[in-house]
């Protein structure tokens, strides 16, 4: 079993069977799970209020762009959860056209 502090790749199925995630990718170094743009507000909302994991802290969004891609814009966030003291990255794209729901509501600091 990989472990990443305290999460583990058990946790990496956990999250799978509850959530609707695309992947989830668990190395040494990072613990990143990708998602449909439609549902980020929902996943980020319960990433930072479900007990077992209590990611509360957004320290950082990143929006890269990839010409060659049809979803060529990757969004991140970045999660922190003091009380397992590790950061998830929560990836998804959006084409040209596309739009993604504002999170302010989940974590303010994304305004």
């Not at 007990?51 to 979803?71: A, C, R």
């Amino acid at each position: 079993m990989k472990q990443f502090n305290n999460l583990t790749s058990e946790s990496g199925r956990y999250f799978i069977d509850i959530l609707p995630l695309n992947s989830v990718y668990i190395s040494d170094t990072e613990f990143i799970c990708t998602v449909q743009s439609k549902n980020i507000p929902f996943v980020l909302y319960f990433m930072k209020n479900h007990t077992n994991f209590q990611y509360k802290v957004l320290t950082t969004i990143i929006g890269t762009d990839y010409p060659e891609k049809l979803d060529r814009f990757e969004i991140s966030y970045e999660l922190l959860s003091l009380k397992l003291n590790n950061r998830i990255r929560v990836k998804t794209y959006v084409n040209e056209t596309g739009s993604l729901e504002s999170i302010v509501k989940v974590h303010s600091s994304a305004n």
